[in-house]
């Protein structure tokens, strides 16, 4: 059974960075497009950036110059780079395989 464990987010200032994590276990990491979502309260979960095993990457309109996507495949990880953060993109955010979801973690974007 795949497994991912995302890790990195925590509370952060208007305009500061984090860097999320999401290593995956049980899977042949590198032929499968990795994803990352988010849902905030009382909002359904969005699409926030996607990267195939061959490195294309898509993002939201809204993460779009903010956020990078990007993989490691050695270390079956794929990141998310968040910089210029805004209190909108607090929220829980999912790494995703196919049809696996891992548990989310917390970013809160606050003063």
């Known amino acids: 059974q795949v497994q991912l464990v995302e890790s990195g987010g925590g509370l952060v200032q208007p305009g500061g960075s984090l860097r999320l994590s999401c290593t995956a276990s049980?899977?042949?990491?590198?032929?499968?497009?990795m994803g990352w979502y988010r849902q905030a309260p009382g909002k359904q979960r969005e699409l926030v950036a996607t990267?195939?095993?061959?490195?294309?990457?898509n993002y939201a309109d809204s993460v779009k110059g903010r956020f990078t996507i990007s993989r490691d495949n050695a270390k079956n990880t794929v990141y998310l780079q968040m910089n210029s953060l805004k209190p909108e993109d607090t929220a829980v955010y999912y790494c995703?395989?196919?049809?696996?979801w891992g548990q989310g973690t917390q970013v809160t974007v606050s003063s």
């Open positions: 995703n395989a196919r049809l696996t």
């Open positions: 990267i195939t095993s061959g490195g294309s990457t």
């Open positions: 049980r899977i042949i990491f590198s032929i499968y497009t």
